[in-house]
Structure formats: structure tokens, C-alpha cells
Nanobody
Framework: EVKLVESGGGLVQAGGSLRLSCTAS????????ISWYRQAPGKGRLGVSC????????YYLDSVKGRFTISADNAKNTVYLQMNDLKPEDTAVYYC????????????????????????WGQGTQVTVSS
């Protein structure tokens, strides 16, 4: 069974940090481009970051650049999102998604892709940042 499982969310004060994890089972993350998305209440799902594991290239939403870092641990088949200097506007459910490793990084170079093009999604993890 193909599955993505996120963890690491929680409640944190503004300025704090969290590290989200996305672990895959049933497939190898090396075969996909992995992205993090978030969805705030009443809003659509928005791309936050992507890692192209073929060459290590990373992409970020402008509002998180310099605060968030995406990385991968091949041995654990896991992708991480380190989030520092969190702000109340970062409050959302965070999802990881896996998709075509040739197509998705190309799109990300111009901005986050539409969520519909991804093949697999996790169940999400809640991040709440208090002011």
C-alpha cells in the first residue's frame, strides 16, 4: 500500500520552531518530487516547498523563504520541513505530496503547482502558531 504519513505538528508560540516529517511507505521517495502544502481554514491548499531529490534543488513559497528548510533522509525514506520563526499566518494543516519528479520541479521554478497534479498525499498535520 502506498502511503505518506506526516508528523511533527503542534501548537507553538510566534517565533518558535517545529520540524515536520513526511515518511513514505510502499514506494521510494527518490522516484518522486516531494512537496509540502498547507491549508488554512477557509482557504485553498497552497504549496510551501519542494525538493527535487534528483539534484537536490529546493523551492519555497516567497513568504517562507529564509524561515523554512526542506531536506531529505534517504535511509529513512523521509522528507522534513524545518520551520523557524513561525508566525500566526503559518497556522494551517500541512500536507506532504509526491508527484512526477520531472514535471513538478519544472513547475515549481515558476511557483507552486496546482495540488491536483500530485499522485499521493498524506493525511496532514496541524500547525498552530499563537501570537
Amino acid at each position: 500500500e502506498v502511503k505518506l504519513v506526516e508528523s511533527g505538528g503542534g501548537l507553538v508560540q510566534a517565533g518558535g520552531s517545529l520540524r515536520l516529517s513526511c515518511t513514505a511507505s510502499g514506494f521510494t521517495l527518490d522516484d518522486y518530487a516531494i512537496s509540502w502544502y498547507r491549508q488554512a481554514p477557509g482557504k485553498g491548499r497552497l504549496g510551501v516547498s519542494c525538493i527535487n531529490k534528483s539534484d537536490g534543488t529546493t523551492y519555497y513559497l516567497d513568504s517562507v523563504k529564509g524561515r523554512f528548510t526542506i531536506s531529505a533522509d534517504n535511509a529513512k525514506n523521509t522528507v522534513y520541513l524545518q520551520m523557524n520563526d513561525l508566525k500566526p499566518e503559518d497556522t494551517a494543516v500541512y500536507y506532504c505530496a509526491a508527484g512526477d519528479k520531472r514535471l513538478i520541479p519544472t513547475i515549481w521554478s515558476a511557483g507552486p503547482p496546482r495540488p491536483e497534479i500530485f499522485d499521493y498525499w498524506g493525511q496532514g498535520t496541524q500547525v498552530t502558531v499563537s501570537s
